[in-house]
Structure formats: C-alpha cells, structure tokens
C-alpha cells in the first residue's frame, strides 16, 4: 500500500525558500516515478514537477521552472521540492504523488503560504 507523508510546509514571505519532502512507505520507493501537485483555494490541482524512478528524467510545470527543483533519495525513500523566489500566487497545498502503472498513491498534503 502506497503510503506518502509531506511535510516542510508553512508561511514564508515573497521572494522566500521553502524545501518540502515526502516520505514513502509501504511500498517500493525506487520503482515509482514521482511527483508534487499543488491546489490553491478554488483551482483544480495541478502538476508541479515530476521525476522518474531514477531521477533520470524530470519535468516543470512552466510556473515553477527556474524557481523549483525536485529530486529524490531513493536509499531514504524520500521526494523533495526546493523551492525558492516564492510568489503569493504559490500559496498553495501541495501534495506527492506516486505511480507506477494501476498503482498510484497521495499524501495528505502540506500548506505553503507566501504572504507579507
């Protein structure tokens, strides 16, 4: 059972980093590609930034290219999402995702505030 656990989450001022991770367990952690979502108040979730089982290949949603990076520690079952020059319009609850053919998993999600 995919089992993923966010956290790092919490109010930062613009122009602010941020470094969530996402613990796995209950599964393979290396044989999943993996990913960050976001939700802000009153949108549809949407992709962050994806990376395959071995880091190999990596995707940007275009709002976080440049800004986000994510990466992973497979030996430590763990996804993360450095974020820095952090917006308002990033204020969001962002969550991890894994997939890995019919399985798929997400946390319970972690909020990110970017607020003067």
């Known amino acids: 059972q995919v089992q993923l656990v966010e956290s790092g989450g919490g109010l930062v001022q613009p122009g602010g980093s941020l470094r969530l991770s996402c613990a796995g367990s209950?599964?393979?952690?290396?044989?999943?590609?993996m990913s960050w979502y976001r939700q802000a108040p009153g949108k549809e979730r949407e992709l962050v930034a994806d990376?395959?089982?071995?880091?190999?290949?990596?995707n940007y949603a275009d709002s976080a290219q440049g800004r986000f990076t994510i990466s992973r520690d497979n030996a430590k079952n763990t996804l993360y999402l450095q974020m820095n020059s952090l917006k308002p319009e990033d204020t969001a609850v962002y969550y991890c995702?894994?997939?890995?053919?019919?399985?798929?998993?997400w946390g319970q999600g972690t909020q990110v505030t970017v607020s003067s």
């Open positions: 995702y894994a997939a890995r053919g019919v399985v798929r998993g």
């Open positions: 209950g599964f393979v952690f290396s044989w999943y590609a």
């Open positions: 990376i395959s089982s071995t880091g190999g290949t990596i």
